[in-house]
């Protein structure tokens, strides 16, 4: 079975400039977490979504925001980058939110 | 939130030592997982463990949840297992995962 997939591998964007990432859970997996890890430091929580639902949310400005499809599959949008937003981007899945989650092999965001 | 504390930062070793890593945290737990995170960001699942052992090979995990604490051996280290491992926990009250800053290991020929 395939693992969590996650795209793009890596992305360039500029100051101001809106982007959108894209994650896939592991079938059968309904909740979807996005997580940022930023160089030299562990992954910090973005969102949790269950059931299209969002169930938490971590202490990240408004220009973030997600969304769960039907099938379970889940974007992150942010706007109006910042130079701060340069960092690898994780997506996890688990079958319901709490127990062990499973991590794709994040997207890269490099800001300019 | 919880506070989740790993040591030692940094550690190097020659092939063939062995090594325990350890993770301190805040609060009650009902998930701690350990990850090991490889030179292009991958994180690699290495045990689910919020109470008791678990052994995977060469590897084996204790948590210890009324002391707070967990930790990973790494017994006949291998230049493969050179990378960044994590531990991360959530609360009884959530489900985010929180990392600690991580311990760095250095496996040398």
């Known amino acids: 079975d395939a693992g969590v997939t996650q795209s793009p591998t890596h992305l360039i964007k500029t100051r101001g400039q809106q982007v959108t990432l894209r994650c896939s859970p592991i079938s059968g997996h309904k909740s979807v977490s996005w997580y940022q890890q930023v160089l030299g430091q562990g992954p910090q929580f973005i969102f949790q979504?269950?059931?299209?639902?969002?169930?938490g949310r971590g202490n990240f400005p408004d220009r973030f925001s997600a969304r769960q499809f039907p099938n379970y599959s889940s974007e992150l949008n942010v706007n109006a980058l910042l130079l701060g937003d340069s960092a690898l981007y994780l997506c996890?899945?688990?079958?319901?939110?709490?127990?062990?989650?499973?991590f794709g092999p994040g997207t890269r965001l490099t800001v300019t | 939130g919880i506070q989740v504390e790993q040591s030692p930062p940094d550690l190097i070793l020659q092939e063939g030592a062995n090594s325990t890593l350890r993770c301190n945290f805040s609060?009650?737990?009902?998930?701690l997982q350990w990850f090991h995170q490889n030179p292009w960001g991958q994180l690699i699942n290495l045990f689910y463990i919020p109470s008791g052992t678990k052994q995977n090979g060469r590897l084996s995990a204790t948590t210890v949840a009324t002391e707070r604490y967990s930790l990973l051996y790494i017994s006949s280290s291998q230049t493969t297992d050179s990378g960044v491992y994590f531990c991360a926990v959530a609360s009884d009250s959530g489900y985010a995962l929180n990392f600690g800053k991580g311990t760095s290991l250095l496996v040398t020929p």
């Open positions: 996890a899945s688990s079958y319901i939110p709490g127990p062990e989650q499973y």
């Open positions: 979504y269950y059931e299209k639902e969002e169930r």
């Open positions: 609060d009650s737990v009902n998930n």
